[in-house]
C-alpha cells in the first residue's frame, strides 16, 4: 500500500501522455504494440492525428537510418546496383560455378554417384574448398566486370536507383494509390511514402552480400528494398485481383539473390490500421511492417544473416551502430 500513490500517479501520467509523448519518450515499442491492437479504431478522431505524427516520427528516424547505411556501405566499397546490373552479375557467376562444377565432376571417380548430380556437388567439401580457393579470382571478375559498365556513374544518396526520395507530388500520388485500393493505406506504409521514398541496398560485397561463386554465397542476405512509389502506383494498376488487393513493395529474398523465389513481398490494401503485415504477397504470415523495418536495421540492412553460418558480424555491428530506435 506504501506504493499505492505512486502507482497512481504513474497510471495518471499514462492516461494523459500522448502516444507521440511516450514514442519520444522511449515506448517505441510498446505505443506501436498499442496502435496496431486499436485496428481500425484508430482512425477514430479520439486517436487518429496522434498515430498518423507517430507514424510520421517512426518514418524520419528511418530515412535517417537509411542515409546512415548507404554512407557507411559506400565507405566500404559496397557497390549498389540496379535490378538488371545485379541480374547480369548474377549470370556471370552462375556461369563461373558451372564451370566449377564441370571441373570437379570430370576429376571424380567414374562411379562417384555425385558425379552426375549437380546439386551434391554444390554441396560437396571439393566444392567448397574450390570456392575459398578461386574467391579472389572471384572478386577480380566481378569488379572488372563493373568497371567494363562504367558503374556508379553517381554518388549513391544521389542515385535514385538506391534511394528515390519523396517529391513535390508524393501527396497526391499516395491519394491516387489509395483511390486506385478502394480505400486507405496502413497508417506506417502512408508514413514510408512521405518521408522515405523507394529505397535499394541491393548490390555486391564479398562479405554481406557474395556473388554465387564466393565463399557463403548460399546466404540470401535480403538487403532492404522497397519499390519507389511510382512503381508501386503502376504494378498495382495493371494488376487484376481476386479477393484481397496487395501493394507489390519488394522481391522476397531469393529472388534478390538472383534465384526464382516464392513472390514479391507486399501489403494488404485496403487496410485502415496503423500497421500492415508485410510478406510474401498471398500470404498471411509474416512481421509487421514497422517490425520487419526493425530487423532490417538491428542488422545493417541485411537482415537474411541472422542466424546464418558465415556471418561478417563485427562488419553488420559496425553498419547498425548507433541507428536510432524505431
Same mark, same amino acid.
Given at each position: ?117 549437380? *546439386?551434391?556437388? !554444390?554441396? +560437396? ?7 575459398? =580457393?578461386?574467391?579472389? @579470382? %572471384? ?86 528494398? *522497397?519499390?519507389? !512509389?511510382? +512503381? ?7 494488376? =487484376?485481383?481476386?479477393? @484481397? %488487393? ?81
Amino acid at each position: 500500500m506504501a506504493n499505492w500513490p505512486l502507482a497512481f500517479a504513474y497510471a495518471i501520467e499514462l492516461t494523459m501522455a500522448t502516444f507521440l509523448d511516450r514514442y519520444l519518450g522511449g515506448q517505441c515499442v510498446a505505443v506501436w504494440r498499442e496502435l496496431t491492437s486499436l485496428g481500425e479504431e484508430v482512425r477514430h478522431k479520439r486517436y487518429a492525428a496522434d498515430a498518423s505524427a507517430v507514424a510520421r516520427e517512426t518514418m524520419r528516424r528511418a530515412r535517417h537510418n537509411i542515409e546512415v547505411l548507404i554512407t557507411r556501405l559506400d565507405a566500404i566499397g559496397y557497390r549498389f546496383m540496379a535490378l538488371q546490373d545485379h541480374d547480369r552479375i548474377t549470370k556471370e557467376a552462375n556461369s563461373r560455378v558451372f564451370r566449377m562444377i564441370m571441373e570437379i565432376s570430370a576429376k571424380m571417380d567414374p562411379g562417384d554417384k555425385r558425379r552426375s548430380n549437380e *546439386i551434391r556437388i !554444390l554441396r +560437396s567439401p571439393e566444392y567448397r574448398k574450390k570456392l575459398v =580457393e578461386r574467391a579472389e @579470382q %572471384a572478386r577480380q571478375a566481378t569488379t572488372q566486370s563493373l568497371g567494363r559498365a562504367g558503374h556508379r556513374a553517381k554518388p549513391p544518396l544521389k542515385d535514385p536507383t538506391v534511394w528515390s526520395v519523396p517529391g513535390k507530388n508524393t501527396a497526391k500520388e499516395l491519394d491516387q494509390l489509395e483511390k486506385l485500393a478502394g480505400g486507405p493505406l496502413p497508417m506506417s506504409l502512408r508514413a514510408w511514402y512521405e518521408e522515405v521514398g523507394g529505397v535499394s541496398l541491393l548490390g555486391w560485397h564479398s562479405l554481406l552480400s557474395p556473388n554465387s561463386d564466393e565463399p557463403h554465397s548460399d546466404v540470401c542476405p535480403d538487403p532492404l528494398m *522497397i519499390e519507389p !512509389l511510382k +512503381s508501386t502506383i503502376r504494378q498495382f494498376s495493371e494488376e =487484376e485481383f481476386e479477393g @484481397q %488487393a496487395y501493394v507489390y513493395l519488394a522481391p522476397d529474398d531469393v529472388t534478390k539473390g538472383g534465384s526464382g523465389g516464392a513472390g514479391p513481398y507486399g501489403m494488404r490494401v485496403p487496410d485502415a490500421s496503423a500497421d500492415g503485415v508485410f510478406a510474401v504477397v498471398g500470404s498471411r504470415k509474416g512481421l509487421s511492417f514497422i517490425n520487419y523495418l526493425r530487423g532490417a536495421f538491428k542488422w545493417g540492412g541485411f537482415p537474411g544473416w541472422e542466424g546464418k553460418r558465415g556471418c561478417p558480424a563485427k562488419l553488420i555491428s559496425e553498419l547498425a551502430e548507433g541507428l536510432l530506435p524505431m
